[in-house]
């Protein structure tokens, strides 16, 4: 069974950078699209970047184009979300998830992912 792991979540000043990780056990993480997802409290876990098996990003939010990144090092069996210019409404938890599948759906719901992580807290405060 995947297991998924998130982490370098943290406190940040806006303008600032994160790079999160996503280390999956139990499976080999570059068989399957891995994507990203936020949550606020109060409200729906909202797609951010994907990427597929063979390594192209999708962007599930127009509000992340240009400042994060998504790459993945199969080696390590890990996919990276790396932020930049961080601004105060990216403060969330960050997900990391899988359906299993080796292509990204922008449309699909979160009910299709098959797999989530716990999860790391992002905030992003002055």
């Known amino acids: 069974q995947v297991q998924l792991v998130e982490s370098g979540g943290g406190l940040v000043q806006p303008g600032g950078s994160l790079r999160l990780s996503c280390a999956a056990s139990?499976?080999?993480?570059?068989?399957?699209?891995i994507s990203w997802f936020r949550q606020v409290p109060g409200k729906g876990r909202e797609g951010v970047l994907c990427i597929s098996k063979h390594g192209d990003a999708t962007a599930f939010s127009d509000s992340v184009k240009g400042r994060f990144t998504i790459s993945r090092d199969n080696s390590k069996n890990t996919v990276y979300l790396q932020m930049s210019n961080l601004k105060l409404e990216d403060t969330a938890v960050y997900y990391c998830?899988?359906?299993?599948?080796?292509?990204?759906?922008?449309?699909?719901?979160?009910?299709?992912?098959?797999?989530w992580g716990r999860g790391t807290q992002v905030t992003v405060s002055s």
């Open positions: 139990g499976g080999f993480l570059h068989n399957y699209a």
């Open positions: 998830a899988t359906d299993l599948g080796p292509f990204c759906f922008p449309q699909a719901s979160t009910d299709e992912y098959d797999y």
